[in-house]
């Protein structure tokens, strides 16, 4: 597949690939970006005018030094072994908080990154001829920690894969030893089940890297993944290896089964990735690998970004949710409130049965007693009369806007004091006079 960084007319506008190489320790992840580092500065070299180096970032804060420029390096921001001495803290706990303090300017970084590699608008200017565009990187490469799990399962991982992700594509390589993986068929099986468990935790695309071809060719590991007879056979020879050697059963019994369940579970798992063979030390495999991260990005566009999309709007609704019972909760607790120190619409509540006049409530405040006086007198002139048909319509008005007065004066009585309701009655009665 040929490489979409360039176009005839002039420099990509496109985004640029985010591809975040992870692996075990020893595994050549560094060599492995100082390689592809130097291929794509070659092609810079090359065609300065279409091509744009790449943008590199080292999220390592343990290593002393890297074989290559990075214009992010964590270590301009964190110092791993102040961090390490201030928190009282070993190794692998000084590489997670230095992430994780890392992570909390993550909205710094990715403004560079945005500013840096994706196309801006254009400026306003007074020149009648502006000059080219600058060609944009076509690629950012990010190197991890040795210690796979302190990036992978941590919580400024998450965050710092889910920022790249909703802003580039992103893709992950994950880089396999591949003389030691094909030693022997359990450690095959644990590097295809760490790979498969970063897979579906970080839900992007991912590309198997097989490095050290120079060392040990990566068919045999291809036609296991690809070949189910062939895993079988290699299984079966090295339990027969085991027991010549007398070193007892071997990989047979347990783990032996368990392997040969594991690769049959895995077939469907071997189907959805993209593999590639690279040696490190001389380039080989090199183009292959940026061909395979070209389709991871079509693949990104197109089944991944969709399901992005549509995780962060389930994310807003539920947020929105939240905040909807939030309040029906809230306002659900002032009317229980307001029910229960009797000021409901009708503030007193429910009518006595003497006389068929309202049972009246005991005044809370001043105003709440000369309101009351006030309607008892004008009660009293009425007495030995037809009745008004409006009266029943004033009172239940009067005694809404009582209910009323009262809910206004306890909320302020519970956030102000006492002193605030003797305000409030105050203010109430110079508004009535």
């Not at 270590?75 to 190794?91: A, I």
């Not at 070949?227 to 050697?245: I, P, T």
């Given at each position: 597949m040929a490489s979409s960084t360039t176009s005839s007319t002039g420099p990509s506008?496109?985004?640029?690939?985010?591809?975040?190489?992870?692996?075990?320790?020893?595994?050549?992840?560094?060599?492995f970006?100082?390689?592809?580092?130097?291929?794509?500065?070659?092609?810079?070299?090359?065609?300065?005018?279409?091509?744009?180096?790449?943008?590199?970032?080292?999220?390592?804060?343990?290593?002393?030094?890297?074989?290559?420029?990075?214009?992010?390096?964590?270590?301009?921001?964190?110092?791993?072994?102040?961090?390490?001495?201030?928190?009282?803290?070993?190794?692998?706990?000084?590489?997670?908080?230095?992430?994780?303090?890392?992570?909390?300017?993550?909205?710094?970084?990715?403004?560079?990154?945005?500013?840096?590699?994706?196309?801006?608008?254009?400026?306003?200017?007074?020149?009648?001829?502006?000059?080219?565009?600058?060609?944009?990187?076509?690629?950012?490469?990010?190197?991890?920690?040795?210690?796979?799990?302190?990036?992978?399962?941590?919580?400024?991982?998450?965050?710092l894969l889910s920022a790249l992700a909703s802003s580039f594509p992103t893709v992950i390589a994950y880089i396999i030893d591949t003389p030691r993986t094909t030693a022997n068929t359990s450690t095959f099986m644990?590097?295809?089940?760490?790979?498969?468990?970063?897979?579906?935790?970080?839900?992007?695309?991912?590309?198997?890297?097989?490095?050290?071809?120079?060392?040990?060719?990566?068919?045999?590991?291809?036609?296991?993944?690809?070949?189910?007879?062939?895993?079988?056979?290699?299984?079966?020879?090295?339990?027969?290896?085991?027991?010549?050697?007398?070193?007892?059963?071997?990989?047979?019994?347990?783990?032996?089964?368990l392997l040969n369940s594991m690769s049959l579970v895995l077939e469907e798992f071997y189907n959805a990735l993209s593999v590639v063979g690279v040696s490190s030390m001389t380039g080989e495999g090199v183009e292959g690998f940026f061909e395979a991260v070209e389709g991871k990005r079509e693949e990104f566009e197109r089944d991944y970004k969709p399901e992005l999309a549509r995780r962060r709007a389930e994310a807003e609704t539920q947020k929105t949710q939240v905040r909807e019972q939030e309040v029906s909760r809230m306002m659900g607790d002032m009317a229980v409130s307001s029910k229960a120190k009797g000021t409901g619409r009708y503030g007193a509540g429910a009518a006595g049965k003497s006389g068929g006049r309202p049972r009246r409530e005991e005044p809370e405040t001043v105003s709440d007693a000369e309101a009351m006086d006030e309607d008892e007198s004008e009660e009293g002139e009425e007495e030995g009369g037809l009745e008004d048909p409006d009266d029943e319509e004033m009172t239940e008005d009067a005694m809404f806007e009582e209910g009323l007065k009262a809910r206004y004066e306890a909320a302020l009585r519970e956030q102000q004091g006492p002193a605030a309701s003797v305000r409030s009655a105050e203010y109430i009665k110079r508004s009535q006079g």
């Open positions: 506008q496109q985004p640029p690939v985010a591809v975040i190489c992870v692996g075990m320790a020893g595994s050549g992840k560094t060599t970006i100082q390689r592809i580092n130097a291929h794509l500065h070659e092609k810079h070299q090359q065609s300065p005018s279409t091509t744009a180096p790449p943008y590199v970032l080292n999220l390592d804060p343990a290593v002393r030094s890297v074989p290559f420029d990075s214009n992010i390096d964590i270590r301009d921001s964190v110092n791993y072994k102040e961090v390490m001495k201030q928190y009282n803290l070993g190794p692998n706990g000084g590489i997670l908080t230095s992430l994780n303090l890392f992570s909390t300017k993550i909205d710094q970084v990715m403004g560079i990154l945005e500013k840096r590699c994706l196309p801006q608008p254009p400026q306003p200017t007074t020149e009648p001829q502006q000059p080219p565009p600058k060609p944009l990187p076509s690629h950012i490469l990010l190197d991890t920690p040795g210690q796979i799990e302190v990036f992978v399962w941590s919580a400024s991982g998450t965050i644990s590097n295809m089940l760490y790979a498969i468990s970063i897979l579906y935790k970080t839900r992007l695309p991912m590309i198997l890297v097989f490095n050290k071809t120079d060392v040990k060719d990566e068919s045999e590991a291809v036609e296991w993944m690809r070949d189910f007879e062939a895993f079988q056979a290699a299984l079966r020879k090295e339990e027969e290896d085991m027991v010549e050697g007398g070193s007892g059963s071997g990989g047979g019994g347990y783990m032996g089964s």
